[in-house]
């Protein structure tokens, strides 16, 4: 072992090359021979006090010694800081943060541009308000409380005082330090642009069931391609544009003589804006996000995203924004605002747009909304749909939030929203989504269960004094608490369906809840969640804590029961929470400065079918020395155990085991083995072969799956502007991954193959530009049969080579993505 850990020093040793000081980041600082604390001071003084002109620099710091100052004279370098303009360089210096921010899919997309906005463009900490702190990745309401009585306490005016602040953990303090500034420098009264492109030939992944019957509808079809671009002059007005073409798509919004003009969004934003004691956060006129509470009520984004607390990495921002994401079914388009003050925050919204639905043939009455990533009336299978479903619903919802605010990190609120469309809503699935030969499988069959969340579907029709077109609606409403006490937050959202339409409470109105408690320390976290979801809760803006998504276990699953394979978006691309009754428990834990353990256990019941399920993921990372790391991440995870009869329970278990390399200049080298294994539950017809009365064993079948791979990956970083990074991964089975910035679901019956490479380089201050290359290649499937005994004998048993069952699977894909800041 003692010879291993030296040959890793050489290595590390060899590799190396002086840390430019005054560029470095934090992470990049905790590999100099330091306290955490020292590099704590260390990179405050250079973020705020720098640059550093002379190693005796370091004499300023209160915290260095002599010694401290001789350790770090070989490994470190001067550098001339960069004259480029202010905002540019704040983005620069963080750049391994925005990168990863740009590439941002799914749920959290939207919040990308409040982020960059916070970045170039940071407030005085003095005047940031809860939702300014609520907004950041990492913070935790007990770290915003402490914030809020640090700034009435007094002025904060360098970062160690905001650290000071009484219950503020040192990861939010991390995670916020560098969207604030500390002293009365105006950083918003500027023109700021941001611009960014990504081309790529593959879908958007960010669920395991995204890759279900796409790929080979839409191979041959136009690329993946979006343009998005921000534009704010001085500190009150914003202009954000994009333009959005899934893979596979042909729909456009118009045309310029042979150009075709892609899906747009658009806002123009006036912010900040004080009008007597209340003030004006925002006032959005185009596309916008809204999102209140914890998601019982409303959150328009079309992406689901599995057990999404709000806290962590899984953000949840109470508020209307600018939305130039690439959301689109749930799209909001109208006008929207938001203020307040320390007792008060509203917000209010109204929009009108299209929806895409599937039609009852019968009436035109719609069956359901649909969202379809690629967009298009044609179809998956052979024959053609016989109703369009682009845009062939309006809709017009409008609903908003008030909380009053006895005290910080306390509230209750009250919230609604009203859908008004212009068609009834009639969920005739049977005879519209379900092809005519399988009509008798819906709810009877064994292995869809959860069918009853398809019957369970919302039905109306109604008018609206408001709009004269309505001919259905949908409400909800309800309230929303949270309170701080020391460093607990409690929070939680009660929700109601009006069913019948009558703005009552009824006991026959179904209703939905969510409650979680979170508790910190310096080195330990407790989280906890519990939801309960009826079944007749069917609101499409409901995005609130969940496992899996609606209709997960029913008819939809299974496209080959339906009239076209496209309607398996129903399920595939459903972003409503599944109905669920359970608890989740989430925890980190720090004993030692070079060992980490984390881990989650959720037990629910999916209400459906009163299915039980439990999941249980355990983390461990080991670090013997800061460049080394281990880790280790097992997952148990069951269904249907308690019922012996049923036969869709399944047990299964995953394990990932990786070891990391980081040598100096963020270089890094990583080896990785995963391994899982599933159990399905017995079923004689599949165990015994019925042809010899049992008394042999079935050639059809298998009472489990496995799944295992083996990998490595590179990252080299040329300087401090270009980096290299690839990955070779040997699998067989069904295998997630992270590829740089991608999540990536894939699956192979036989050994395969996959290696990626990608490229990043920051061509200029402003301009950078990342490129990557994936392969998969599988080996093919070769069958056998057998040739039946024949009264002569002549062919007994002889095997026979059948290779018409597949050939080599080969795919091959690429990502472009280019980035401008000015």
């Not at 409650?515 to 989280?527: A, D, I, K, P």
Request: a neutral charge.
């Amino acid at each position: 072992m003692k010879f291993f850990f030296c040959i890793l020093f050489f290595i590390s040793c060899g590799f190396g090359q002086k840390i430019y000081i005054n560029s470095a980041d934090y992470e990049e600082l905790k590999s100099l021979p330091l306290s955490l604390d020292k590099v704590s001071d260390l990179y405050d003084f250079i973020m705020f006090q720098g640059p550093l002109n002379s190693i005796y620099d370091l004499k300023k710091i209160q915290s260095f010694n002599a010694k401290d100052i001789d350790a770090l004279k070989p490994l470190i370098s001067m550098r001339a800081i960069n004259n480029s303009g202010s905002k540019v360089s704040r983005i620069s210096d963080r750049y391994r943060k925005v990168e990863n921010w740009t590439s941002e899919e799914g749920a959290n997309e939207g919040l990308v541009e409040v982020w960059l906005d916070r970045l170039a463009e940071p407030k005085n900490i003095n005047t940031a308000t809860w939702n300014d702190l609520m907004a950041l990745q990492n913070v935790s309401p007990v770290d915003a409380v402490a914030v809020m009585k640090r700034i009435d306490e007094s002025k904060i005016t360098y970062p160690r005082a905001l650290r000071g602040a009484i219950g503020l953990s040192y990861w939010g303090y991390r995670n916020m330090v560098d969207f604030f500034t500390y002293d009365e420098s105006d950083t918003t009264d500027s023109f700021h642009f941001w611009y960014n492109t990504t081309y790529k030939t593959l879908p958007s992944t960010t669920s395991f069931d995204d890759e279900v019957g796409l790929v080979d509808q839409i191979s041959d079809h136009p690329g993946d391609l979006h343009h998005k671009m921000v534009a704010t002059f001085g500190k009150h007005w914003k202009l954000s544009l994009a333009t959005h073409r899934q893979l596979g798509e042909k729909v456009y919004d118009f045309k310029v003589g042979d150009l075709e003009i892609p899906n747009s969004k658009w806002s123009l934003t006036y912010r900040d804006f004080n009008l007597g004691g209340v003030k004006l956060d925002r006032v959005i006129l185009g596309n916008f996000s809204a999102t209140i509470g914890q998601g019982i009520i409303f959150e328009n984004t079309d992406f689901f995203s599995p057990r999404r607390s709000g806290y962590s990495w899984s953000r949840r921002v109470h508020g209307v924004f600018p939305d130039i994401s690439r959301t689109r079914q749930y799209a909001l388009k109208g006008i929207a605002f938001q203020a307040g003050n320390k007792k008060l925050d509203l917000m209010g919204f109204v929009s009108k747009n299209k929806r895409d639905a599937i039609l009852n043939i019968a009436d035109s009455s719609v069956a359901s909304m649909i969202t379809l990533y690629p967009r298009t009336n044609s179809g998956f299978g052979a024959d053609s749909l016989l109703m369009p479903m682009l845009e062939t619903l309006d809709e017009v919802t409008y609903g908003g939030s008030l909380r009053l605010i006895p005290f910080y990190g306390t509230f209750i609120g009250l919230s609604a929203y009203e859908s008004l469309y212009d068609k009834p809503i009639r969920p005739d699935i049977a005879t519209t989504v379900i092809a005519d030969a399988n009509e008798g499988r819906f709810l009877t069959s064994i292995g869809n269960t959860a069918d009853t969340e398809i019957a369970a579907m919302y039905s109306n029709y109604g008018e609206s004094s408001i709009w004269e077109k309505a001919q259905s609606f949908r409400r909800v409403f309800g309230m929303d608490f949270s309170t701080v006490i020391r460093n607990i937050a409690l929070q939680g959202e009660y929700g109601i369906l009006d069913k019948n339409g009558d703005m009552k409470i009824d006991t026959s109105d179904p209703r939905a809840f969510v409650f979680s408690g979170y508790t910190q320390f310096n080195n330990l976290s407790f989280l906890v969640v519990y939801r309960d979801y009826d079944l007749a809760f069917d609101n499409p803006y409901q995005r609130s804590f969940s496992n899996y998504s609606r209709y997960k276990g029913s008819i939809f699953e299974d496209t080959f029961y339906l009239e076209d394979p496209i309607y398996g978006f129903l399920y595939t691309a459903q972003a409503q929470p599944q109905s669920e009754r359970g608890i989740y428990l989430n925890s980190r834990y720090q004993p030692h400065r070079a060992l980490v353990l984390s881990g989650d256990f959720d037990t629910w019941t999916r209400v459906a079918d009163q299915a039980k399920y439990f999941r249980t993921v355990m983390r461990a990372q080991y670090r013997p020395v800061f460049n080394l790391r281990f880790s280790i991440r097992h997952k148990w995870q069951k269904r249907g155990s308690m019922n012996v009869l049923d036969p869709s329970a399944y047990y299964s278990q995953e394990t990932i085991i990786r070891s990391q390399i980081r040598l100096s200049g963020f270089d890094q080298i990583e080896l990785m083995w995963i391994r899982s294994w599933v159990d399905f539950s017995n079923r004689r017809r599949l165990t015994n072969d019925l042809a010899s009365s049992g008394e042999e064993s079935s050639l059809v079948g298998s009472a489990g799956t496995g799944s295992e791979a083996i990998g490595f990956k590179v990252i080299h970083n040329f300087n401090n502007r270009m980096k290299a990074m690839g990955q070779v991964i040997f699998y067989n089975g069904f295998i997630w991954n992270f590829e740089d910035t991608d999540f990536r679901v894939f699956d192979s019956n036989t050994d395969a193959v996959r290696y990626w490479l990608s490229l990043f380089s920051r061509i200029s201050d402003r301009w950078a530009i990342r490129l990557k290359w994936t392969v998969d290649s599988s080996i093919p499937v070769t069958n056998y049969i057998f040739e039946p005994s024949d009264p002569t004998g002549q062919f007994p048993d002889q095997k026979l080579s059948w290779k018409t069952v597949s050939g080599e699977n080969f795919t091959n894909d690429i990502r472009l993505q280019i980035d401008y800041a000015f």
